[in-house]
């Protein structure tokens, strides 16, 4: 089955400078990958996916790349602010599977004023 | 649209109670996922419903849990007897299996506590 790796998993950054969080998946069909942010106290909520017919997709301060030759994907904040301090999750899937995903383990961001 | 909606949000329980926990998926979506989230063992998909009917139930932990679906808009997972070591976060998503489309939308949770 899928296996989805996530780094690091926890990450500091000044308010400002950008964060990149990078997956990896082990299923060469995974064809969906959607990013999760999680505050505390609140369910995962979709930010950005992106199709394994993409390689980039920007939405304002957030992009995600994929790589499928690799086999991995990363989210990236820009201009990051003291709002942008959640988990974030990566997922993978194969859009024919019944809609399962399999999730990261997560990446706490803080950004510090 | 109203999104996802879990009761009770909160539940503290002792040993060995009976525990119901419910979900209302998005108007029109027509898969449901239950998850348990630890902070050890992360987001883990309990089982998951397709038209109500359920796909796989592969992540249920024990014969302790179960889970219904007796309509489109309204599921239930159930632990008899509980145990201090369900205490978790469990989550309802749901997502309108449509070509192309299987974004998941969360609830909000509800934090379980067995004492």
Redesign the interface.
């Known amino acids: 089955g899928e296996n989805v790796e996530q780094h690091p998993s926890t990450l500091s950054v000044q308010e400002g400078d950008s964060a990149v969080i990078k997956c990896t998946y082990s299923d060469s069909a995974s064809n969906y990958f959607p990013w999760y942010k999680q505050e505390l106290g609140k369910g995962p909520q979709l930010i950005i996916d992106i199709r394994s017919n993409v390689g980039e997709k920007k939405d304002q301060r957030i992009a995600v790349t994929l790589n499928k030759t690799a086999k991995h994907f990363s989210l990236h904040i820009t201009e990051t602010q003291p709002e942008d301090s959640a988990v974030y999750f990566c997922a993978a899937t194969i859009t024919d599977s019944w809609g399962k995903f399999q999730f990261g383990a997560g990446t706490q961001v803080v950004v510090t004023p | 649209d109203a999104g ?1 909606i879990q009761s009770p949000r909160h539940e503290v329980t002792e040993m060995g109670q009976e525990v119901t926990l419910r979900c209302k998926p998005i108007s029109g979506h027509n ?1 449901l ?1 239950w998850y348990r989230q630890t902070m050890m063992r ?2 883990e ?1 309990l089982i ?1 419903f ?1 038209n109500n009917v359920p ?2 139930d592969s992540g249920m932990p024990e014969d302790r849990f179960s889970a219904k679906m007796p309509n489109a808009s309204f599921s239930t997972l159930k632990i008899q007897p509980s145990e201090p070591r369900d205490s978790a976060v469990y ?1 309802c ?1 749901s ?1 309108e ?1 449509a ?2 489309t ?8 509800t934090r379980l506590t067995v004492l």
Do not use: K, W
């Open positions: 996802v898969s996922f992360g987001l998909l998951y397709n796909i796989d989550f998503a997502t299996r070509e192309g299987d974004t998941q939308y969360f609830g909000p949770g």
